[in-house]
């Protein structure tokens, strides 16, 4: 994890493992003993397409799988928190970012209880008309050091 100095008490940090941001921010930020990660989707390192998504030629999404999509950002948010010093024990707070609430809740639901079982942080699940890239979750993480 790249590591950079903004201000006295903040740094900016970039994983090496999760995907490249979309736009012109970093993975996470270190205030205090806090980390707070950026929105975090299904996508991989060095890869444009989306695991469990089928575009049409257009960029449509024509089919989706949540439970690959859910893996996936768990994934990424794993390795934003190893990189920035953190764990996966150590989420304090999630909000969760859906596409289709009613189709993908049970089985986000149940993936989620799977990973959590140990750790419970605070969530909120939140429905959206989209997101900036076709996925269909997006996970906003915060985290202690």
Known sequence: MQKSKTMSDSSIQHSDQAPEPVGLYPHARKVGNLLFLSGVGPRQK?????????????????????????????????????????????????????????DDFATFNRIY???????????????VNALPTPIAIELKCIATL
Request: aromatic share 10%.
């Open 46 to 102: 060095g890869q444009k397409e989306i695991p469990g998504v089928t575009l049409d030629e257009h960029g449509n999404i024509v089919a989706y799988d949540i439970a690959q999509q859910c893996h996936a950002v768990f994934r990424n948010v794993r390795y934003i928190l190893e990189d920035a010093g953190s764990s996966w024990d150590k989420l304090v707070d999630v909000t969760v970012f859906l596409t289709n609430m009613k």
């Open 113 to 127: 209880a799977e990973y959590f079982r140990d750790n419970q942080p605070c969530r909120t699940t939140v429905e």
